[in-house]
């Protein structure tokens, strides 16, 4: 698998042509550059319905989640960006919330509920950007999506060296608040914290660089360093290193796209927190996916109608002392389906998915799912 990862990129870069270029649309653009907001109010927003029909028990429908994006620029330099999500219809988060000062047109200073700066759907997960009706496993079970904490920090662009860099001092997941929160099955998920009545026992650090100097390529280096957040610090146990690292990649010509991504977790003084809690956090988590999608309809028309293939591995489990290793954690999935675009930003999605695991013997679970998507 390797072999043929890297024969795909190579490939990939072989294609790379001078004439071709990655088009974001004017939302994203917006959040890469704060100067293009217009003065007052800016509304905007992400939704999506899904199907989920699986190979055994009950399917589920489900309004998964509706966004609602607020703007607003005082003047030149200062704007303020909030995001209001409403999930499966009866829960309500503030998904991102934070205050931007322009030093220059090039650098801007950011204080508030920030996303993690961590591959590629943690900051740009609207449905219309992304193929398959679910996010990733990778950014679900290893990231995880949507991972936002609160904090400071600094982001902007080298245009000569056509590079976009952010670095941030945030808070991290929660690992104890009088109940240890991490396990084996789900990572860091359940320690976001969200932005709610955050604890704050240590700083951690957050950067990307992004590199789009290569017409039609952008490729995305993330790291995060820091420990875990606990009530009581000087409890044996009760907190555990984190530092990730992901490198990610996008393509686009003509017709062809295709995406990269690979994360690694290393996880420190797990035995003890293992030991303390009675739970199975591992050592490491990890893996990664490489998809390829074509357009079939004409590259000139209104509609866009991608066939896609996703091939994903990670792994949620290594080992530490004490602790077995858990092959149902390693994870091998298939997706493959079409995203019809109606319009720019409105999309109808399709897909099937074979799930297994590393476990000797055991069978793939298949997954069927529809949806719908909006992005304004």
Known sequence: MKKTILTFLTLTFTFISAQE????NSYQQQFLNLSKL??????????????????????ELDVQRLVMLFAYKFDDRVSFITEVEYEHVKEVYI????????????????????????????????????????????????????WREIGMGISGRFNNLNMRYQAYIMNGPLSYDGVHKLKGTNGLRSGRQKGAESVGSDANLATRLDYYGILGLKVGLSYYTGKTQSIDTSLIGSQVGLNMFGLDARYVK?????RYQYI?????????????????LGSQMGGYYIE???NVLPIGARQRLDLFLRYEDLNQHKAVDGIKKNLAFHRKEWTFGASYHLSKGSVFKMDYQSKGTALNNSDAKGQFNMGVGIFF
Request: hydrophobic share 30%.
């Open 264 to 280: 690694n977790a290393i996880l420190s003084d797990t035995k003890q927190y293992n030991s303390s809690s009675g739970k199975d």
């Open 95 to 146: 998904e991102q919330a934070w205050l931007n000062y322009a030093l220059t047109d090039n650098t801007n200073l950011r204080a508030g509920l920030l996303l993690v700066p961590m591959g590629i759907v943690n900051e740009y997960h609207e449905p219309t950007t992304f193929n398959g009706v679910e996010r990733p496993s990778l950014d679900n079970k290893i990231v995880p999506t949507t």
């Open 21 to 24: 270029s990655q088009q974001l």
């Open 292 to 294: 390829a999608a074509y």
């Open 38 to 59: 217009e003065s007052g109010l800016t509304i905007g927003g992400y939704g999506e319905v899904t199907y989920n029909n699986y190979d055994s028990g009950p399917s």
């Open 254 to 258: 003509n017709n062809f796209s295709a």
